[in-house]
């Protein structure tokens, strides 16, 4: 599966940004989707997880309450809501996605993802 983000800016702190991560090449519905992202000097973090289906969702502590992710099975996207954003919270993020079943902790795992799109980069402003 090819997976292609988008939806990054630059927003004010307070504001909101949705990313998609649109799939090709193979049925989305076979893989559970992941958001992680990178920060200047840091390494990359998980942000958020969902199952095949979309009735499962995992998120980072960081981001719980603010954050929403979803997916769109037919039409082969998978996207992060994200408000309430932060300084903090500027990062290049990126989709992945797993055909492997994982528990709620190892969801966190990069190793646990075999797809990656590339990174689309956010940007708050305090």
């Known amino acids: 599966v090819q997976l292609q983000a988008s939806g990054g800016g630059l927003v004010q702190a307070g504001g909101s940004l949705r990313l998609s991560c649109a799939a090709s090449?193979?049925?989305?519905?076979?893989?559970?989707v992941g958001w992680f992202r990178q920060a200047p000097g840091k390494t990359r973090e998980f942000v958020a997880a969902?199952?095949?289906?979309?009735?499962?969702?995992n998120y980072a502590d960081s981001v719980k309450g603010r954050f929403t992710i979803s997916r769109d099975n037919a039409e082969n996207t998978g996207y992060l809501q994200m408000n309430s954003l932060k300084p903090e919270d500027t990062a290049v993020y990126y989709c992945?996605?797993?055909?492997?079943?994982?528990?709620?902790?190892?969801?966190?795992?990069?190793?646990?993802?075999?797809?990656w799109g590339q990174g689309t980069q956010v940007t708050v402003s305090s």
């Open positions: 992945a996605a797993r055909t492997a079943i994982l528990t709620a902790a190892l969801e966190h795992e990069e190793w646990g993802y075999a797809y």
């Open positions: 090449g193979r049925t989305f519905s076979m893989y559970a």
């Open positions: 969902i199952s095949r289906s979309g009735g499962t969702t």
